[in-house]
């Protein structure tokens, strides 16, 4: 549809503009420092800092409705654990980096691995894995950001198969710009604009999505008796092996907990005291987001089954089609802002946290220092943005699945650390860098072989390679602790970080 005819749809997407132009202006402003470039000045309230926890991206609202039309209700074992991540994620790691970082200087994941296990080897490998693991992210947003400019702008007709590659590009510049000027104060205030947005949008897009398909019941109804999908598809574990759905809850409950995209928020609360009211706040924030999750992916499927809709090439446009061609174009037009926003706030916080591991902790790991970190981490912004656009050029395949790789990358090598390093006391400094090291690689070296289908014969079929990882990750943690403890007694923690582990 041409541009002219929607005019609703530039509307939101040119206000949005302003907004982000003002927030990325307003937090030029108020970043001076390299710590108000990597932990906001450690100034933030409570409900921004819950609204920039929940780091809802092109993953969750473009990336979810793409991966239920391929895999059914299956996909929603993805999104099942919020109901106790919340609570799980604050009360097991995010409240004692919080309190480690009233005790010293931290402003990154790593810096606090490294004050727990007193090693700057840890530091330097869980570094390593942030880096990665944002870099595999970034990729799933620069991906989505993609898919939305081109189906806002309509580029397709006017580029042809450049049109994607033009449109990633394009969001990708936007994306750099932002993250250069305003840091992680720029990131942390727009979380609060899209939160604030999707929150209202998901909840309406739900309504709309049950409106048009004459409610779930009708809607189930037309899915189970299609041939193009079928009862299975509203088998929880029809459209995928029961390995992978479990895998994927495993990764996304308890991987969690080494997501530094998610666990650097505390370290930028400005008042830890307001961290009982966390949990609430968070649950609550992303329960109502993921309605767009689960109502846009069960309307499409049924669209398409009645012939109201044409079956998708590509699943990962589920989403836009249906908010172009089934809702109204208010409605679409707040949507599509709000995912934008979604997008550019996710990708402005990992890209910063990323750039935070390049010129800050690598650097303290190998003995050295970076004299400006300020000017070193935007200019590693603009490194890790041209990887990221690389990756997604040539990762080719679902955002969903680009996003679940990098989330498991990040669980695997950094979840058993930090949950299980921070509330015991005996883990050394050894097993957490074993524990870094097995994850990082197994998850990166089984991800690989997935793709090139060389796991035939020595993976159950079925096996998500993040869910393997992560649990040799555990199994490595707990082994290496079980052997060095064998050796002699646990090595002494420092006063500040034994009376944190005490709270």
């Not at 790691?93 to 200087?105: C, D, F, N, S, T």
């Not at 690989?448 to 393997?468: C, E, F, K, Q, Y």
Request: aromatic share 8%.
């Amino acid at each position: 549809m041409p541009l002219l005819e929607r005019p609703w749809i530039l509307g939101s997407a040119a206000a949005y503009v302003v907004v982000l132009l003002a927030i990325g202006a307003w937090a030029a402003r108020r970043t001076r420092s390299a710590g108000d470039f990597f932990i906001a000045g450690q100034r933030l309230g409570l409900v921004v800092t819950a609204l920039a926890t929940m780091e809802f991206s092109g993953f969750v609202f473009l990336g979810g409705a793409g991966l239920t039309y391929r895999i059914g209700v299956a996909s929603m074992w993805i999104i099942a654990p919020v109901a106790f991540t919340s609570a799980l994620l604050c009360w097991t790691v995010g409240k004692r980096l919080r309190l480690l970082a009233e005790a010293r200087q931290i402003y990154t994941v790593p810096e606090a691995l490294a004050a727990r296990y007193r090693s700057r080897l840890v530091q330097g490998l869980a570094a390593v894995a942030v880096a990665v693991g944002a870099v595999g992210y970034l990729a799933a947003q620069v991906l989505a950001l993609g898919v939305l400019v081109e189906t806002v702008f309509a580029t397709r007709p006017v580029l042809g198969e450049w049109s994607p590659i033009v449109a990633m590009a394009a969001g990708l510049v936007i994306v750099v710009l932002y993250g250069v000027a305003g840091g992680m104060v720029a990131g942390a205030y727009t979380d609060v604009f899209q939160g604030a947005v999707m929150m209202a949008a998901a909840a309406a897009v739900f309504v709309q999505a049950l409106k048009v398909t004459g409610g779930l019941g009708e809607m189930t109804r037309t899915i189970a008796a299609s041939d193009a999908f079928g009862p299975r598809f509203l088998d929880p574990l029809g459209g995928v092996p029961a390995l992978t759905a479990y895998g994927f809850f495993f990764v996304f409950g308890v991987g969690v907990l080494g997501q530094p995209h998610m666990l650097h928020k505390f370290l930028m609360l400005g008042d830890p005291a307001k961290l009982r009211w966390f949990p609430a706040t968070l649950a609550v924030s992303q329960v109502v987001c993921l309605l767009l999750w689960f109502g846009v992916g069960l309307a499409v499927p049924a669209l398409v089954a009645a012939g109201r809709l044409e079956p998708l090439a590509n699943p990962d446009d589920a989403a836009p089609r249906f908010l172009l061609g089934f809702a109204p174009e208010a409605l679409a037009g707040l949507v599509l802002t709000g995912v934008l926003a979604a997008i550019m706030s996710t990708t402005s916080s990992l890209i910063n946290i990323a750039a935070a591991a390049v010129v800050r902790d690598l650097p303290r790991a190998l003995g050295r220092r970076v004299q400006n970190e300020l000017r070193g981490g935007r200019m590693a912004v603009v490194g890790l943005a041209v990887l990221a656009a690389l990756l997604a050029w040539s990762y080719g395949d679902l955002i969903a699945l680009l996003g679940t790789f990098a989330f498991g990358t990040f669980a695997a090598a950094l979840a058993p650390a930090l949950a299980v390093g921070l509330n015991w006391r005996r883990v050394t400094a050894s097993a957490a860098a074993a524990s870094i090291a097995v994850g990082l690689v197994a998850n990166l070296g089984l991800e690989l072989a997935s793709r090139r289908a060389a796991l035939g014969g020595w993976l159950a079929a079925g096996a998500l390679p993040s869910a393997v990882a992560l649990a040799a990750s555990f199994l490595t943690l707990m082994g290496v602790t079980w052997w060095t403890g064998r050796r002699g007694p646990a090595a002494a923690l420092d006063r500040d970080v034994e009376a944190v582990m005490e709270m």
